[in-house]
T-cell receptor, first 116, second 111 residues
Framework: DTGVSQDPRHKITKRGQNVTFRCDPI?????LYWYRQTLGQGPEFLTY????????KSRLLSDRFSAERPKGSFSTLEIQRTEQGDSAMYLCASSLERGQISEKLFFGSGTQLSVL | QKEVEQDPGPLSVPEGAIVSLNCTYSNSAFQYFMWYRQYSRKGPELLMYTYSSGNKEDGRFTAQVDKSSKYISLFIRDSQPSDSATYLCATPRSGYSTLTFGKGTMLLVSP
């Protein structure tokens, strides 16, 4: 399978705990994105990387959230001191872009986070 | 005003029907428009991609852009139960390099 891979698929945690998600993009893709999706809503942009550089962060990304892409390949998204409002599907996407506009994103199946 | 607005549905149709899904957008500078399909508990997948105005056809799917009214549409001919999914319209976010999505319209095609 050469698509975008996310791990774990599901995560249940207690409020206040830290969680970390991993994303493995399509191998030749230079851009990697994190989106969050809640029930009945479209995906909302969180942050994106071009290679290892984090180029944009949404206002949705509070200081409890941190994302890394250390070698320009896989990425991790960590949420510290989780809150019930963090419960959502966390989607990773990747793309191969040479210009400025991001157009064709390929998504993984997401990590469903439930904070109890 | 949100950059992309979409009726959440659900939209229920019988198999074989022609389906029309629609979005409106706010920024007249937008030039790229995409339709993504999302099955339950899966990530979105790119279905159609259009640039500027006009129609684009791919099999049973036709994407249409009307820039004068800032309206984008997706038509599905001969709809199948396997088309049951949520359809998301998307466009590049104003001043940014990433996509903004509508809320999605849930489509249910009954056999």
């Amino acid at each position: 399978d050469t698509g975008v891979s996310q791990d774990p698929r599901h995560k249940i945690t207690k409020r206040g705990q830290n969680v970390t998600f991993r994303c493995d993009p399509i191998s030749e893709h230079n851009r990697l994105y994190w989106y969050r999706q809640t029930l009945g809503q479209g995906p909302e942009f969180l942050t994106y990387f071009q290679n290892e550089a984090q180029l944009e962060k949404s206002r949705l990304l509070s200081d409890r959230f941190s994302a890394e892409r250390p070698k320009g390949s896989f990425s991790t998204l960590e949420i510290q001191r989780t809150e019930q409002g963090d419960s959502a599907m966390y989607l990773c996407a990747s793309s191969l872009e040479r210009g400025q506009i991001s157009e064709k994103l390929f998504f993984g199946s997401g990590t469903q986070l439930s904070v109890l | 005003q949100k950059e992309v607005e979409q009726d959440p549905g659900p939209l229920s149709v019988p198999e074989g029907a022609i389906v029309s899904l629609n979005c409106t957008y706010s920024n007249s500078a937008f030039q790229y428009f995409m339709w993504y399909r999302q099955y339950s508990r899966k990530g979105p997948e790119l279905l159609m991609y259009t640039y500027s105005s006009g129609n684009k056809e791919d099999g049973r799917f036709t994407a249409q852009v009307d820039k004068s009214s800032k309206y984008i549409s997706l038509f599905i001919r001969d709809s199948q139960p396997s088309d049951s999914a949520t359809y998301l319209c998307a466009t590049p976010r104003s001043g940014y390099s990433t996509l903004t999505f509508g809320k999605g319209t849930m489509l249910l095609v009954s056999p």
